[in-house]
């Protein structure tokens, strides 16, 4: 029998959790496990920042008038997307490796009465808590490279040109690139996770 993400258990009843009760589990497995946790960020924040460098040169080079002084190489947007592309392939790597470890906790939720779209629901918090926190800081590692290395180009005086509303808008698609990056890697081994049977999980030794 085929199976997907939906979940296929509504026969077992009114079990609910609540937003904030789904939260607050993953908010604790991510500190539970802070140093696979920040080496995630860490990956994730990489990758924006080589994207965001690039934006804001552009953005600052447009404010300094010269918008055809700076072009993005066809090498440069090569670059960006290996590193998108190695960047997922990570997450996904390492979100299989989580929900290894976490087979027998999660047998533990199913038998207590965990219906599938739990278990999805919070390996789909975790990830876009990694990817809100690694877009935020690959997003400023990338503006504040960018500001330095054009500055000291055209003048850091030039940074007064750059509205406000261009970078908030700059950080709110990398933030946004990010948790897209991680919901999409996050997605195969969150269905793996949340099909798993409580006697098979349980059972896991590993």
């Known amino acids: 029998m085929a199976h997907n993400c939906r979940d296929d258990t509504k026969a077992r009843g009114g079990v609910a959790l609540p937003p904030m009760e789904a939260f607050r589990i993953s908010f604790e497995q991510i500190q539970r496990r802070i140093r696979r946790s920040s080496i995630i960020i ?15 040169t552009n953005l ?20 960006i997307v290996v590193s998108i592309v190695v960047c997922v392939i990570g997450l996904t ?5 989580a929900v290894h470890e976490r087979y027998k906790e ?10 599938d779209r739990h278990v999805l629901a919070l390996f789909m918090i975790e990830s876009t808590i990694y990817g809100l926190s690694g877009g935020a800081l690959g997003f400023m590692i990338g503006a504040v490279s960018a500001s330095i290395s054009v500055g000291l180009q055209v003048g850091l005086g030039t940074l007064r040109n750059v509205r406000v509303l261009d970078f908030l ?6 933030i946004g690139s990010a948790v897209v ?5 996050t997605i195969y ?11 098979e999980a349980l059972a896991y030794e590993v």
């Open 106 to 115: 999660i047998g533990v939720m199913k038998s207590l009465g965990a219906l």
């Open 42 to 56: 860490a990956a994730i924040a990489l990758g924006i920042a080589l994207m965001s460098y690039f934006l804001v």
């Open 169 to 174: 808008l700059h950080l709110g698609y990398s």
């Open 181 to 185: 990056l991680t919901v999409v890697s």
């Open 189 to 199: 081994p969150a269905c793996k996770a949340a099909k798993l049977r409580p006697v």
């Open 93 to 97: 790597n390492s979100s299989l490796i």
């Open 60 to 79: 600052i080079f447009e404010a300094y008038g010269k918008s055809a002084g700076f072009t993005v190489e066809a090498y440069q947007l090569w670059l």
